[in-house]
């Protein structure tokens, strides 16, 4: 069972989300070899940049979609723990990190629809087609995860991984889980809402601070969906020698290595293809997946 | 003061570049793309992120509306530059950067008031003009030609003007006169929204695209009208949107213009036209080898190898970029580059087999890509294509394969030293150079039917994949400077 | 469920949002030009829209967002039953995989009807 957080972790656990953001960034730019996406620079650059408002533009439906993004990002961080620790264990944890998730929806839609402008508009409904591909078979998955624990509580799921990760023995579930943590955060093969092609869809409009807060929003949104894979999947801070909170962290930046990686090596993933992936395999594939926990958690 | 000083040098150390590239510019846009990696300095896709906005080639001064819309909307701090040849990309970037910081703290104008804005572009061309000044006296040197020193000159002089009717109501018959050419029928749209024509130069664009008898009644708000419905292939009547696409988009062919039609993010009707630019005395750039073997001069084999083989992974890089593969795009890049800078056989080909067996064994692109603008051999043949769109005969996936078998052959013929047969081997990287019209007129001839339709990233691949090259399309300036 | 649970999650909302704002005042302080760029042509390439891109879009996933309902609202029953399969036993199993089962065969049936399928 978890122990009780001190209250001052509220205010460490933007930072360190902040700082995990800007370390998965720095690598990706390594990877990439290019010197010019380097993270720290570009926050530099964007901040000393005049901010801009299109022609006719909704501006506070744009600013609430911008600001909104990392607000959710932080909060669905809350039920994520640092070894046995998180912000707060709610009881309904899971549930909690789906809400915050979801709000990404709303989000994108609102900064792609408020410059009045055609690419990113175009970007805003992107994502909510993307949306109606990933999620489901993403919710099948973290409830596959909590049932095998028997509960919603993320502290529990941890718990419950004492043993043998669920990861091990729902390996479609994790899977499913990571691909829609990319699909979620609209990020890697998955960054079509804010593609290149449409010139950088729903962010084609904003500059300064905007830009700023909602590409690192994005960012934020990625690192928490990826590191939440851990206690649901991964064993949470479970592991041998080292203490908890070390093996998240390393758990985490696998996780998050693997992801970048992946990011290399495939193309941009086009909803209008995909969907019909996710309905017909993923989400059969999920249930799939969820009968079996279901039949061993009967039989226990 | 001091501080912020400071503060605007570090944050500026490597601004953003928004590249617009003229058709006929591709050796200086090659050079650019090259000096901006080498500085790592970011290219942008959007105004919006950009500092610095670099104009590659030359653009008609008299209809030059797209690179005002681009410089309207780049956020403070901002400088424009203009680089002709590829000699002068490293100093026409310390210009860029020196005025940016010069100019950090100064007030912009709102396009809301042209007048001032305009003033302002006025005083931010100044400078970078004086250094295209002394560029264009380097380029001169190189060329000695004397024609066409002249003719530069003479654009510039064009280019001021064009700067100071900005704001003016010129702007408007400028842009008729653009438009003319949807027929006559649009000049009365035109003439209906004068009024509007005050809102600033985009005011203008009302009447455009062959529906201005609707604009006449449609609801008009800030200087625009709103979408007006149309039916849809599904018989639904639903809002179509008019928007000329290009031509400075990210990893999109310089200068190419689409005007489509969208109903949310399907490509209902599309048109193709052009950026419009000087004339030039120089050959494009990519058919070089080709063009100059069929007017009989003795070209080597191995030098067209290399130049087909650097096309297609210009190409390619592109196409990959534009699906949304960076890791591979920057790999053709590069491979790109070694191959221009000149490097031998067997280096190109270290590049090039992992990047060639890497994209052909993706089965998720081949799986995204697959069943895009099919173009049957037959009908690309009745359409005049002539290169690997033909030998392809298929989608989008198809073309690209024909590519990289080719980009492999290429590079393994680098030292080929035999002399290209100016009777058979005529064929550069978009198709036949000898025949009449240039072989991307015909692929841009065949574009807007398969654009129709399209999914609007499904009409971007299409794009790339087809990837016309319009520098093949600038007027050439004189049939005798061509020898020269 | 503890209203203490909640406290934490009150006060990072409240962080979050000061450092939002100090995050907005800084770029104000930092920024070389504090006015916004207004009224800026929309991006399309360089030349401006002939309407305003606002528009009813044309939605052709439409079919999608209806499978999806069904199954989100199917997900609403799912979170609660995890916590009680033990409990009830197979019965509860039985029941949600014969409604998981009924909504698959809608699936299979919108895939006939090709609704996944759009350009």
Redesign the interface.
């Known amino acids: 069972m978890a122990e009780t ?1 001190p ?1 001052w ?3 460490v ?2 930072f360190v989300l902040v700082l995990v953001a800007l370390g998965t960034a720095h690598f990706d730019a390594l990877l ?7 993270p720290g ?2 926050v ?13 533009a ?1 501006e506070l439906l744009t600013r609430l979609g911008v ?1 909104l993004l ?2 959710a990002a ?2 669905a961080a ?1 039920v994520l723990p640092l070894g046995f620790r998180s ?6 944890g ?2 909690w990190f789906n809400a915050m998730e979801a709000l990404a929806w709303a989000a994108v839609w609102l900064a792609g ?1 408020g ?8 970007g805003g ?2 994502f ?2 993307q949306g ?2 990933y ?2 078979p993403h ?2 998955a973290i ?1 596959t995860a ?2 095998g624990a ?3 509580r993320v502290g529990d799921v941890v718990d419950a991984q004492s043993g043998l990760w669920f990861a091990v023995w729902m390996p479609a579930a994790f899977v499913i889980y990571l691909l829609s943590a990319m699909g979620m955060a609209f990020w890697g ?1 998955f ?2 809402p804010v ?6 869809g729903a ?7 905007d ?3 909602f590409l690192g929003g994005r960012w934020l949104l990625f690192v928490v969906a990826a590191a939440v894979s851990v206690p649901l999947f991964l064993g949470g801070g479970h592991g041998p020698l080292l203490p908890g909170w070390a093996w998240t962290l390393l758990k985490t930046a696998a996780v998050l290595a693997l992801l970048v990686w992946v ?11 995909y ?2 992936l996710a ?2 395999v993923l ?2 594939l999920a ?1 799939l997946q ?2 079996v926990v ?2 061993v ?2 039989n226990r | 003061m001091e501080l912020r000083a400071r ?2 040098r ?7 570049v928004l590249l617009a590239v003229c058709p006929g510019a591709a050796r200086a846009r090659l050079a650019m793309e090259r000096e ?2 080498s500085r ?4 942008v ?2 105004p ?2 950009a ?1 610095l906005l670099v104009i590659v080639g030359d653009p008609d001064p008299a209809d030059a509306e797209w690179i005002d819309g681009l410089w309207l ?1 780049i ?3 901002k400088a424009r530059v203009r680089v002709r040849e590829a000699e002068d990309v490293p100093s026409a970037l310390d210009e860029g950067r020196a005025s940016l910081l010069v100019r ?1 703290k100064r007030p ?1 104008g709102d ?1 809301g008031h042209v007048d001032e804005t305009h003033g302002e572009g006025d005083n931010h061309g100044t400078t970078p003009e004086h250094a295209e000044n002394n560029d264009t006296h380097g380029g001169h040197g190189n060329h000695g030609d004397d024609s066409d020193s002249s003719h530069h000159q003479h654009g510039e002089h064009d280019g001021h003007d064009t700067h100071d009717s900005h704001s003016g109501p010129d702007t408007h018959s400028e842009h008729d006169g653009h438009g003319g050419h949807d027929g006559h029928g649009e000049h009365d749209g035109h003439g209906g929204h004068g009024g509007h024509g005050g809102h600033g130069g ?1 005011g203008g664009h009302g009447g455009h695209g062959g529906h201005g008898g609707h604009d006449m009644h449609a609801m008009s ?4 009208p709103m979408a007006d419905r149309a039916d849809d292939r599904d018989g639904l009547r639903l809002d179509r ?1 008019h ?1 000329p696409l290009g031509p400075a ?3 999109w062919p310089a200068g190419l213009v689409l005007r489509l039609a ?1 109903q ?2 399907v490509v209902q009707r599309a048109a193709v036209e052009q950026v419009p630019v000087l004339p030039s005395a120089r050959r494009p750039f990519w058919n070089e080898p080709w063009l100059r073997a069929s007017t009989g001069e003795a070209v080597a084999r191995g030098l067209a190898a290399r130049r087909l083989c650097a096309a297609h992974l210009d190409s390619l890089w592109r196409y ?9 795009a ?1 790999r053709a890049r590069a491979a790109r580059d070694q191959a221009l800078a000149g490097e031998s056989s067997g280096e190109v080909l270290a590049a090039v087999r992992p990047l060639i067996r890497r994209v052909q064994r ?1 089965r ?2 081949r ?2 890509t697959a069943g895009l603008g099919v173009l049957p051999s037959d009908r690309a043949a009745s359409a005049g294509v002539s290169g690997p769109a033909l030998v392809a005969g298929g989608d989008a996936y198809d073309r690209v394969g024909v590519w990289l078998d080719e980009v492999g052959r290429a590079a393994a013929a680098f030292d080929d030293d035999g002399w290209l047969d100016a009777a058979t081997e005529l064929s550069g990287p978009r198709g036949r150079v000898d025949g009449g019209v240039p072989p991307s007129r015909a692929l841009l001839d065949v574009l807007p039917g398969l654009l129709e339709g399209a ?4 009409a ?2 299409i794009v790339a994949s087809l990837d016309p090259d319009l520098d093949e399309l600038v007027p050439a300036l004189r049939p005798e400077v061509v020898h020269g | ?2 209203t203490s ?5 009150l ?3 409240v ?3 000061a ?2 704002v100090l ?2 005042v ?3 302080a ?16 360089g030349l401006g ?1 002939e309407e ?4 009813r ?1 044309h ?1 052709r ?1 439409y079919p ?2 209806m ?2 309902l069904a ?2 609202m199917e ?1 609403l029953f ?2 609660p039953w ?2 009680v ?2 409990e009830v ?2 019965s509860a ?1 039985v029941e ?2 014969l409604f ?1 089962g009924i909504l ?1 065969a809608g ?1 299979g049936y ?2 006939r009807e090709g609704a ?4």
């Open positions: 957080t209250l972790a509220v205010a656990l933007p990439a070899a290019d010197p010019a996406a380097n620079r570009e530099l650059r964007l901040l000393v940049q005049q901010r801009r408002r299109t022609n006719a909704d600001v990392p607000v932080v909060l809350v912000v707060s264990d709610l009881a309904d899971i549930v629809w410059p009045n402008s055609t690419l990113s508009l175009i409904y992107r909510l087609a109606l591909a999620e489901l919710m099948l409830t909590a049932l028997e509960s919603l093969p960054d079509q593609g290149r092609d449409v010139a950088g962010a084609a409009e904003l500059s300064g601070v830009r700023i807060v990011r290399r090596r495939v193309p941009g993933v086009r909803m209008e293809r969907v019909e309905w017909v989400t059969p249930i969820a009968l279901a039949l958690v009967l | 503060l605007l570090t944050a500026t150390s490597r601004p953003g901006l990696r790592g300095w970011p290219q896709g959007s919006a992120s500092n909307g956020p403070a701090p950090g912009e396009a985009h708000v800030a200087g625009l949107l928007v988009l990210p990893d969208l949310g993010d990959l970029a534009v699906v949304g593969w960076g890791g591979a920057a993706s998720t692109l799986w995204l999914e609007f990233a499904c971007r691949i | 469920m503890d649970d909640w406290q934490p999650v006060l990072l909302l962080l979050i949002s450092g939002l995050l907005y800084i770029g104000a930092l920024s070389v030009e504090r006015e916004p760029l207004c009224d800026v042509p929309p991006f399309s390439g829209p305003h891109p606002f528009s879009f939605v996933w999608v967002t499978v999806f199954f989100d997900m799912m979170y995890t916590k399969v033990g036993g197979t199993v949600m995989f998981l698959l699936v919108a895939w996944f399928r759009w350009s």
